[in-house]
T-cell receptor, first 109, second 112 residues
Framework: GENVEQHPSTLSVQEGDSAVIKCTYSDSASNYFPWYKQELGKRPQLIID?????GEKKDQRIAVTLNKTAKHFSLHITETQPEDSAVYFC????????FGKGTSLLVTP | EAGVVQSPRYKIIEKKQPVAFWCNPISGHNTLYWYRQNLGQGPELLIRYENEEAVDDSQLPKDRFSAERLKGVDSTLKIQPAELGDSAVYLC??????????FGQGTRLTVV
């Protein structure tokens, strides 16, 4: 099955800095790569996704890049704000989401 | 439009007791997933339904876990008997086939 590795497990940045989270996957057949944000005690919420026919996608301060050859994808958050503090999960899928272990992002004012 | 609805939100049971969780997916979503999320970990797939058919239950511990989605809409997940290690958040998600999955609030199970 699909194996998704995510790092770092924790990330602390100052407000206004950029944050980058990286993931690798094992199944070259995976074709959909979403990112979820989960605040403490709440449900995971989709923040951005990318499909295998696209190399990069941007939505305001959030961007995702995909390198299918190397089987890795990354989440980039620019101009971070304290409300960006949460756990972020990457996932890769052909039919069902296989999640990484998460990155706890802390944005300090 | 209502999101994915799960109940109960919290459940505390003694070990060896049975427990059931209920999920109502987003209307029109034919794919339903049950995930288990342990503290500090990512969600792990237990079972995936396409309409009423369980198409992937390879990660479901079948000796004690069962699930059903009789009419291809609501679903229940049951554990009998529960063990201490089953304490986790059980998440239900649904999608319409585009792979964009929406999660419910989850049921936090504590087995004592």
């Amino acid at each position: 099955g699909e194996n998704v590795e995510q790092h770092p497990s924790t990330l602390s940045v100052q407000e206004g800095d950029s944050a980058v989270i990286k993931c690798t996957y094992s199944d070259s057949a995976s074709n959909y790569f979403p990112w979820y944000k989960q605040e403490l005690g709440k449900r995971p919420q989709l923040i951005i996704d990318i499909r295998s026919n696209v190399g990069e996608k941007k939505d305001q301060r959030i961007a995702v890049t995909l390198n299918k050859t190397a089987k890795h994808f990354s989440l980039h958050i620019t101009e971070t704000q304290p409300e960006d503090s949460a756990v972020y999960f990457c996932a890769a899928t052909l039919y069902a989401l296989n999640f990484g272990k998460g990155t706890s992002l802390l944005v300090t004012p | 439009e209502a999101g994915v609805v799960q109940s109960p939100r919290y459940k505390i049971i003694e070990k060896k007791q049975p427990v059931a969780f209920w999920c109502n997916p987003i209307s029109g979503h034919n794919t339903l997933y049950w995930y288990r999320q342990n503290l500090g970990q990512g969600p792990e797939l237990l079972i995936r339904y396409e309409n009423e058919e369980a198409v992937d239950d390879s990660q479901l511990p079948k000796d004690r876990f069962s699930a059903e989605r009789l009419k291809g809409v609501d679903s229940t997940l049951k554990i009998q008997p529960a063990e201490l290690g089953d304490s986790a958040v059980y998440l239900c998600a649904s999608s319409s086939g585009t792979l964009e999955a929406f999660f419910g609030q989850g049921t936090r199970l504590t087995v004592v």
